[in-house]
């Protein structure tokens, strides 16, 4: 082997034989070759079976907790455990330009409504019921209700914004000439309105927590929104295993059902 690299890799004398620091290189970039040639063949064994090498799922922000995302990936890796998976998060419409332009392969919690495009499988797996909060002290907390679209409009609406970027932005709850604050997420938007620096519809998992602690009233108003329907979107020409599991378990008393149950409302 010295011979073929030209190198000397051990230092030998009567007593011992050590590597050299060439030799030390070259063992470290032989194991690293050797686990790389593993970790090839366990791939192939894995495709060979139909189970994916990597699967890109995107979560709607409405359903992205790092508690129920923890809990999906805990249960995807005990039953695939070589497949990479890649979890990201969209709002609105962003979820659908997601998986619309292959950067998803599964959508967990798509929009109901379903853009123009082939090439996609949905289902329905629940829906998000909206609650319009306030702060306890907001002086909308002290109007009759349900409360006039007059009184509503003198406050900041705070809105989280429609991530997609290829198709058209979806715009949540917002009267004519009412002034938006835009924040990233829905977590942010339950923390201003908790402050009162402005108003807005939430999901009701997030109001009913927030509620248990005195941190957000809810009010009635005219033309309250509407739920939102969530789709499991995947590619059509995603047939592997891994996807086919999670289409099963959003099944009726499946295990993704469960994990998202105290999230989404499904009609009996």
């Given amino acids: 082997?010295?011979?073929?690299?030209?190198?000397?890799?051990?230092?030998?004398?009567?007593?011992?034989?050590?590597?050299?620091?060439?030799?030390?290189?070259?063992?470290?970039?032989?194991?690293?070759?050797?686990?790389?040639?593993?970790?090839i063949k366990r791939s192939i064994d894995t495709i060979s079976q139909g189970i994916?090498?990597?699967?890109?799922?995107?979560?709607?922000?409405?359903?992205?907790?790092?508690?129920?995302?923890?809990?999906?990936?805990?249960?995807?890796?005990?039953?695939?455990?070589?497949?990479?998976?890649?979890?990201?998060?969209?709002?609105?419409?962003?979820?659908?330009?997601?998986?619309?332009?292959?950067?998803?392969?599964?959508?967990?919690?798509?929009p109901d409504t379903l853009l123009d495009g082939g090439g996609i499988d949905y289902t329905e797996i629940g829906a998000i019921r909206w609650a319009f909060a306030i702060a306890p002290d907001h002086p909308l907390a002290f109007m009759p209700e349900p409360i006039a679209e007059s009184q509503l409009r003198l406050y900041p609406n705070i809105m989280v914004e429609d991530t997609a970027h290829t198709i058209n932005k979806k715009v949540g709850w917002l009267l004519h000439g009412q002034?938006?604050?835009?924040?990233?997420?829905?977590?942010?938007?339950?923390?201003c309105q908790i402050l009162g620096e402005g108003i807005g519809f939430l999901p009701d998992y997030m109001v009913r927590e927030a509620m248990t602690q005195s941190l957000l009233v809810t009010r009635q108003i005219h033309n309250p929104r509407q739920d939102s329907r969530m789709l499991l979107?995947?590619?059509?020409?995603?047939?592997?295993?891994?996807?086919?599991?999670?289409?099963?378990?959003?099944?009726?008393?499946?295990?993704?059902?469960?994990?998202?149950?105290?999230?989404?409302?499904?009609?009996?």
């Avoid at 050299?20 to 070259?26: A, C, D, H, I, Q």
């Avoid at 995302?69 to 419409?93: D, G, H, M, S, W």
């Avoid at 002034?179 to 923390?191: A, G, H, R």
Wanted: with cysteine.
């Fill in 179 to 191: 002034e938006s604050i835009l924040v990233p997420d829905f977590n942010t938007k339950c923390q």
């Fill in 52 to 110: 994916e090498a990597r699967v890109r799922i995107c979560i709607n922000q409405l359903l992205y907790t790092p508690k129920h995302t923890a809990r999906l990936l805990q249960v995807l890796k005990k039953q695939f455990p070589t497949c990479q998976i890649t979890v990201t998060t969209e709002v609105y419409n962003g979820v659908w330009d997601a998986i619309i332009n292959n950067q998803a392969n599964i959508a967990i919690g798509a």
């Fill in 233 to 268: 979107a995947t590619q059509h020409s995603a047939t592997g295993q891994v996807t086919q599991w999670i289409k099963k378990q959003f099944a009726p008393n499946g295990i993704l059902t469960g994990i998202y149950q105290d999230l989404l409302h499904r009609e009996n």
């Fill in 1 to 39: 082997m010295e011979t073929g690299l030209d190198v000397v890799l051990f230092t030998r004398n009567t007593r011992s034989i050590e590597l050299t620091e060439s030799g030390r290189y070259f063992f470290r970039k032989a194991t690293d070759l050797l686990n790389d040639f593993h970790a």
